[in-house]
Nanobody, 123 residues
Framework: QVQLVESGGGLVQAGGSLRLSCAAS????????MGWFRQAPGKEREFVAA????????DYADSVKCRFTISRDNAKNTVYLQMNSLKPEDTAVYYC????????????????WGQGTQVTVSS
C-alpha cells in the first residue's frame, strides 16, 4: 500500500503560481511512477503530468506544457507540481497518483490516489 497526501492548493489570481506537493508513505516510493491529474466541476478527470520512477522522464498534457513542471525527490518521498502562469481554466481538484508502469498518462494505470487538493484561479 502507498498512501498519498497532497498539499499546496489554494486561491490564486490569473498569472500567478502555486506549487503542489504530494507526500507518499508506505511501500518504496521509488518503485512507482507518479502522476498528477485534475478534475474540474462537471468534467472528467484529466491527465496533467507524469514522471518516471527515477525522475529522468516526464510527460505533460498539451494544455499545461511550458507552464507546469513535475519533479520528484525520492529521498523525501515527495512529488511536486510547479504551476506557473495559471489560468482560470486550471481551476480544479488536483490529484496525485502512483503507477507501477514506467510512466503513464492513463488514469486506469495508476493504482494509488491521494484525496486531492483544490486549486482555484480567479480572473
Amino acid at each position: 500500500q502507498v498512501q498519498l497526501v497532497e498539499s499546496g492548493g489554494g486561491l490564486v489570481q490569473a498569472g500567478g503560481s502555486l506549487r503542489l506537493s504530494c507526500a507518499a508513505s508506505g511501500r518504496a516510493f521509488s518503485n512507482y511512477a507518479m502522476g498528477w491529474f485534475r478534475q474540474a466541476p462537471g468534467k472528467e478527470r484529466e491527465f496533467v503530468a507524469a514522471i518516471s520512477r527515477a525522475g529522468g522522464s516526464t510527460d505533460y498534457a498539451d494544455s499545461v506544457k511550458c507552464r507546469f513542471t513535475i519533479s520528484r525527490d525520492n529521498a523525501k518521498n515527495t512529488v511536486y507540481l510547479q504551476m506557473n502562469s495559471l489560468k482560470p481554466e486550471d481551476t480544479a481538484v488536483y490529484y496525485c497518483a502512483a503507477s507501477p508502469r514506467f510512466r503513464s498518462t492513463r488514469s486506469n494505470e495508476y493504482v494509488y490516489w491521494g484525496q486531492g487538493t483544490q486549486v482555484t484561479v480567479s480572473s
